[in-house]
């Protein structure tokens, strides 16, 4: 029975990523991504043992990630992938295994049956190494420096190359000793294990595998990755009518025979909006974060309130799916002013209006609405929030 080892990659310092970690280190679903890589490695019965390839100075960020795995003290990796690759296979010459897996540390998807038929592909009489990739399906422009098509480019029997790479340990260590010579542009072109074993004349075969192996490579992949769950609340709000001659309902100024009473400017539908939203997230009510006895919020634009709860939410991962507001009144008629409500809305919120919904109603002369004594404000929020 030969033997594979997995060459795990996590040397990158991850410049697109930005972020206080490097990619391969940063959490998904509570735990680093390259755990994540580890533990799908580790339940490939293709695979034997496994070793990863870590930049100077990641050493903590490493120990945390691999706690309990039990594995090889790290490789320490290069100044570029191909060098880091490199120091991986010659720590790898005491074991000798017949195969190495090179697989990057921030594709934490890939499925064990696949590893085992890339490994299986390598394993052919004749061939070298093989690679796991999906089938291009968009079409190819090659284009000017300024963007001008220059030709559409034929994509029959053009691929995409992930990682796992697989190929008879041996050749590859001879192949990345031999590539490690190369002048600085020469090296640069090539871009993948693959790429240095073509330039060593190795046969070396593409294996489908699944667009679900994607690589993580910006804040945006990682946020994608994160199961989300859905999040309903609701909020309520009411203001009495005192002299004056507008209300402020969502952020429009509406003329009207009285002005709503309150301390800040008494916008009872963004108050409520924001009692919704902070409740999406259990972060208490509007009254905890601007309290009426704070002289600083007297008279304050309620669209502050309103966009405080909408970062709340931001800072846990979350974003607002749909905001849906009834305002309770006899008068001033909410139907001509509701388009400008929307706008006015989801500026504030930063959302496409078609996300946001004003409703009115009354309450047929009934109660203190129906009396004209003031406005009630019902709002239901809901959003999307990374799942615990
Ligand atoms: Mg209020």
Redesign the pocket.
């Known amino acids: 029975m030969s033997t594979c080892t997995a060459l795990i990659v996590a040397a990158g310092r991850g410049s697109r990523f930005g972020g206080p970690l490097p990619k391969q280190y940063a959490l998904l679903a509570g735990r680093p991504v390259l755990r994540h890589t580890l533990e799908a490695y580790r339940s490939a019965s293709s695979i034997n043992r496994l070793r990863v390839v870590i930049a100077p100075g990641d050493e903590i960020h490493y120990q945390a990630a691999v706690e309990g795995l039990n594995l090889p003290a790290p490789v320490l990796g290069g100044a570029s992938r191909q060098q880091s690759v490199l120091n991986g296979l010659e720590a790898l010459a005491g074991e000798a295994p017949d195969f190495v897996a090179v697989h990057d540390a921030a594709r934490p998807f890939v499925r064990p049956v696949d590893i085992a038929a890339c490994l299986a592909a390598a394993s052919a009489e004749g061939v070298s190494g093989a690679v796991l990739g999906v089938r291009l399906a968009d079409t190819l422009k090659r284009a000017d420096a300024e963007g001008a098509i220059v030709d559409t480019v034929p994509r029959t029997n053009l691929w995409r190359a992930q990682t796992p790479q697989i190929f008879r340990y041996a050749q590859l260590l001879d192949a990345h000793r031999a590539a490690a010579s190369l002048g600085a542009s020469e090296a640069t072109a090539l871009t993948d294990d693959a790429a240095v074993a073509e330039r060593a004349g190795l046969k070396v075969v593409m294996v489908e595998g699944s667009e679900d192996n994607r690589k993580i490579t910006t804040a945006d992949d990682l946020a994608r990755c994160v199961a989300m769950e859905t999040r309903t609340a609701f909020g309520f709000?009411?203001?009495g009518f005192g002299p004056g001659n507008a209300v402020m309902l969502g952020g429009v100024a509406i003329p009207h025979t009285h002005t709503l009473a309150?301390h800040?400017d008494?916008d009872?539908a963004l108050?409520a909006l924001t009692d919704a939203i902070l409740g999406t997230i259990g972060a208490g009510d509007?009254g905890k974060h601007f309290p009426p006895s704070d002289p600083q919020w007297r008279g304050a634009s309620s669209d502050r309130f309103l966009k405080h709860a909408v970062e709340l939410l931001a800072a846990r991962g979350g974003r607002i799916v749909h905001l849906d507001l009834t305002l309770v009144c006899e008068a001033p008629k909410i139907g001509p002013h509701r388009d400008a409500m929307v706008a006015s809305i989801a500026r504030i919120a930063s959302l496409d209006p078609d996300r946001v919904s004003v409703k009115a109603t009354t309450t047929e002369k009934l109660g203190f609405t129906g009396r004209r004594e003031g406005i009630a404000a019902q709002a239901i929020a809901t959003v999307e929030i990374p799942r615990r």
Do not use: E, P, R
């Open positions: 709000d009411v203001h309150g800040s008494a009872v108050h509007i």
